[in-house]
């Protein structure tokens, strides 16, 4: 069974300024899967990215970024020249037993961008 | 076209009523699921289905009843609602139910017991 630390319960940054958020888990596994989700304030939740184990390779979708590091046991989401559309919940969550899909969603991080 | 969608979008009711929370997803996806999110944003699984059968049920008061009458739609049956219930109740759908798929949500329904 995976469990997964959000440590950043608010951060709050200027426009244009970069943000990571911090994503730390723990699993017996030697195959999982990660997930990140955005829930802006309008409340519906937004699929961003999915990992699996054995790709450890960063990911780059425009201003996000992904940082998959097994050794340290963490999947990190950075947003490069945040926006004021950037503000949201953001979710890490990995899959609780391997041969399901039950999301068992870290306690998410709010994200506010002030202009 | 709204790939999950639930019904309705505000649900406002007294305690100790029953009430339903429809969900349909046209994706065409085999599993379905039910999460509560509370106050402080925490989402939490209640429920999954796949292709109507129930294959998880977290620990639940019995007094949330799931029914899948196919498929492509979950619904939720509340009775005898109580303070502790208000929540935004949301519906989810993957394509097989495995881990590794991506899931897609429905808007949410929030629901306040009053």
């Known amino acids: 069974a995976q469990k997964v630390t959000q440590a950043q319960t608010e951060i709050s940054v200027v426009e244009k300024e970069d943000v990571t958020l911090d994503c730390v888990y723990e699993?017996?596994?030697?195959?999982?899967?990660l997930f990140w989700y955005k829930q802006p304030p309008s409340g519906e939740l937004v699929f961003l990215i999915r990992r699996n184990s054995f790709d450890e390779q960063n990911e780059i979708s425009g201003r996000y970024s992904w940082n998959f590091q097994k050794s340290t046991s963490s999947f990190n989401f950075t947003i490069t020249a945040s926006q004021v559309v950037d503000s949201a919940v953001y979710f890490c969550?990995?899959?609780?037993?391997?041969?399901?899909?039950?999301?068992?969603f870290g306690a998410g991080t709010r994200l506010t961008v002030k202009p | 076209d709204t790939a999950v969608s639930q019904t309705p979008k505000y649900l406002v009711t007294q305690m100790g009523n029953d009430k339903s929370i429809k969900c349909e997803q046209n994706?065409?996806?085999?599993?379905m699921y039910w999460y509560k999110q509370d106050s402080k944003k925490f989402l939490k699984i209640m429920f999954s289905?796949?292709?109507?059968?129930?294959?998880i049920n977290e620990t639940v008061p019995n007094r949330f009843s799931p029914k899948s009458p196919d498929k492509a739609h979950l619904n939720l049956h509340i009775n005898s609602l109580e303070l502790g219930d208000s929540a935004v109740y949301f519906c989810?759908?993957?394509?097989?139910?495995?881990?590794?798929?991506?899931?897609?949500f429905g808007p949410g329904t929030r629901l306040t017991v009053t």
């Open positions: 994706l065409g996806h085999d599993t």
């Open positions: 969550a990995p899959p609780y037993r391997t041969n399901n899909n039950d999301m068992r």
């Open positions: 989810a759908s993957s394509p097989t139910g495995l881990a590794g798929d991506e899931q897609y």
């Open positions: 699993t017996r596994d030697t195959t999982y899967y």
């Open positions: 289905y796949n292709n109507k059968e129930l294959i």
